[in-house]
């Protein structure tokens, strides 16, 4: 057939309804953790977006899962067509409930996160298994008008903590600008679970010390995760020290 005749197969095909349409490409939605923030997620947005995904990297409230869940919902109700959710720490516990009721939600991922069932809380799947040294690394507690408080990593102990497998420089960086998570976020009972009825992804590093690996390994087989990664000696910032492993795993379940 010439080059001619295929162009009008072509387009006959298009005019007559009968070419087969390309799936829409997912928008991956990118939800921080406490002590961390959106930029946390550079890394991984600039493989993703060079792949051709749209990104956003939502500014996780950290104020209560029930309120920050309804950002995050609102948030994938504005976005026309499918999407990946994808949450590192305490924003695994917010996707498992933000994904809830959002038909265009078509997959989970969970970055070093939580996936809690209903009824359990951060707090209790983090003391679940020994190895978690976060309490001695928290600072001072601040005090909110409302009568709550907000917890922050040490900037001393930051490093050490949160993220030892990333360079002394950006790790002081990311220490001045986290965010503060309330203490009221970490002991908040999760509801119904989309992972539940969602199929799940999960990635996080053996060396965590923040969230044990042991529990992070428990909550995705849980899950029924349809790939888990273990990153040899990666630190609670998986997704800042590999990105590339992150990325790849996003992009394995927004296929």
Same mark, same amino acid.
């Given at each position: 057939?010439?080059?001619?005749?295929?162009?009008?197969?072509?387009?006959?095909?298009?005019?007559?309804?009968?070419?087969?349409?390309?799936?829409?490409?997912?928008?991956?939605?990118?939800?921080?953790?406490?002590?961390?923030?959106?930029?946390?997620?550079?890394?991984v947005?600039?493989?993703?977006?060079?792949?051709?995904?749209?990104?956003?990297?939502?500014?996780?409230?950290?104020?209560?899962?029930?309120?920050?869940?309804?950002?995050?919902?609102?948030?994938?109700?504005?976005?026309?067509?499918?999407?990946?959710?994808?949450g590192?720490?305490?924003?695994?516990?917010?996707?498992?409930?933000?994904?809830?009721?959002?038909?265009?939600?078509?997959?989970?991922?969970?970055?070093?996160? $939580? @996936?809690? %069932?209903? /009824?359990? *809380?951060? !707090?209790? =799947?983090?003391?679940?298994?020994?190895?978690?040294?976060?309490?001695? +690394?928290?600072?001072?507690?601040?005090?909110?008008?409302?009568?709550?408080?907000?917890?922050?990593?040490?900037?001393?102990?930051?490093?050490?903590? $949160? @993220?030892h %497998?990333? /360079?002394? *420089?950006? !790790?002081? =960086?990311?220490?001045?600008?986290?965010?503060?998570?309330?203490?009221? +976020?970490?002991?908040?009972?999760?509801?119904?679970?989309a992972?539940?009825v969602?199929p799940?992804?999960?990635?996080?590093?053996?060396?965590?010390?923040?969230?044990?690996?042991?529990?992070?390994?428990?909550?995705a087989?849980?899950?029924?995760?349809?790939?888990?990664?273990?990153?040899?000696?990666?630190?609670?910032?998986?997704?800042v020290?590999?990105?590339?492993?992150?990325?790849?795993?996003?992009?394995?379940?927004?296929?």
């Amino acid at each position: 057939m010439s080059k001619f005749a295929a162009g009008l197969a072509v387009a006959g095909a298009l005019l007559s309804g009968n070419a087969v349409a390309q799936p829409a490409r997912p928008t991956i939605v990118l939800v921080h953790g406490a002590f961390a923030d959106s930029s946390s997620w550079n890394g991984v947005t600039k493989l993703l977006q060079s792949k051709g995904y749209r990104v956003i990297a939502a500014a996780n409230p950290l104020r209560s899962v029930s309120s920050d869940a309804a950002y995050v919902s609102d948030i994938v109700a504005s976005i026309d067509g499918p999407v990946v959710l994808v949450g590192h720490s305490y924003g695994g516990q917010v996707i498992t409930t933000a994904a809830n009721g959002r038909n265009n939600v078509k997959s989970l991922v969970y970055v070093a996160a $939580f @996936a809690p %069932d209903e /009824g359990e *809380a951060a !707090a209790d =799947l983090a003391g679940k298994f020994p190895g978690g040294t976060l309490g001695k +690394a928290l600072a001072a507690p601040v005090k909110l008008a409302d009568g709550g408080t907000d917890l922050s990593i040490d900037q001393v102990k930051f490093r050490d903590q $949160f @993220a030892h %497998d990333v /360079g002394a *420089a950006d !790790a002081a =960086l990311m220490a001045a600008g986290q965010r503060p998570i309330t203490a009221a +976020a970490l002991t908040e009972k999760s509801g119904k679970p989309a992972w539940k009825v969602l199929p799940s992804y999960f990635i996080y590093g053996d060396g965590d010390k923040n969230i044990p690996a042991k529990a992070l390994g428990f909550m995705a087989e849980r899950a029924g995760s349809k790939r888990t990664v273990v990153a040899e000696g990666a630190s609670h910032v998986v997704m800042v020290s590999q990105p590339q492993a992150v990325a790849g795993l996003i992009e394995e379940a927004a296929r």
